[in-house]
């Protein structure tokens, strides 16, 4: 499976994201989908997540309120819409399909990962 996420760049604090990330074979419809990142200096860390018919998400509380996940099964792709964006929130973000039906902050859940997407979070 290759996952494929964009949408990352330069943007100003307070300001806004959005990543997508699509599949080119497993359908998303049939499986969660989640967003980590990781930060120069740090492990990677949960974001986000949504199960395979988009009913269900779950957020780190560093997000919560911030973030928005959500799908497009049609397209077979995730989005993560990120406002109010922190100075904290830079890092290489990554999209990554579950083994199942419904995601975990977990990343030993997930089967295949993207090659992430760089957002960078200016004062």
């Known amino acids: 499976v290759q996952l494929q996420a964009s949408g990352g760049g330069l943007v100003q604090a307070g300001n806004s994201l959005k990543l997508s990330c699509t599949a080119s074979?497993?359908?998303?419809?049939?499986?969660?989908v989640g967003w980590f990142r990781q930060a120069p200096g740090n492990e990677r860390e949960f974001v986000a997540t949504i199960d395979s018919s988009g009913g269900n998400t779950v957020y780190a509380d560093s997000v919560k309120g911030r973030f928005t996940i959500s799908k497009d099964n049609s397209k077979n792709t995730v989005y993560l819409q990120m406002n109010n964006l922190k100075l904290e929130d830079t890092a290489i973000y990554y999209c990554?399909?579950?083994?199942?039906?419904?995601?975990?902050?977990?990343?030993?859940?997930?089967?295949?990962w993207g090659q992430g997407t760089l957002v960078t979070v200016s004062s």
């Open positions: 074979t497993l359908p998303f419809s049939t499986y969660a």
């Open positions: 990554a399909i579950s083994r199942g039906t419904y995601g975990s902050s977990w990343s030993g859940e997930y089967r295949s």
